[in-house]
């Protein structure tokens, strides 16, 4: 069982920056692929980013360019850089753990975290 807690959300305005974190509880962090996701009000879930476990990272297009993600494997955490943040990127952000052979598909994450807010201000 990996129990995984996120913290870092809130409220920015447009243009601004927002650093999310994810502590996982589970010795065996590095062995597991990291991904972010993100569900707006009325819409779907999301993919938004991954990390492998070799550091490698995959990032949805809507997003590229602007956010980054990282992960400490020593501290069990995985990081998500958000930069020029837009109205369009409110939503709860959640933490997910797994093996997926496709990174930007949720079934293949075993482990959710509980979500944060991140809302943008016009």
């Known amino acids: 069982q990996v129990q995984l807690v996120e913290s870092g959300g809130g409220l920015v305005q447009a243009g601004g920056s927002l650093r999310l974190s994810c502590a996982a509880r589970?010795?065996?962090?590095?062995?597991?692929?990291m991904g972010w996701f993100r569900q707006a009000p009325g819409k779907e879930r999301e993919f938004v980013a991954a990390i492998r476990w070799s550091g490698e990272p995959y990032y949805a297009d809507s997003v590229k360019g602007r956010f980054t993600i990282s992960r400490d494997n020593p501290k069990n955490t995985v990081f998500l850089q958000m930069n020029s943040l837009n109205p369009d990127d409110t939503a709860v952000y959640y933490c997910?753990?797994?093996?997926?052979?496709?990174?930007?598909?949720?079934?293949?994450?075993?482990?959710w975290g509980q979500g944060t807010q991140v809302t943008v201000s016009s």
């Open positions: 997910a753990a797994g093996a997926p052979l496709k990174v930007a598909t949720m079934g293949e994450y075993d482990y």
């Open positions: 589970r010795r065996t962090f590095n062995s597991y692929t």
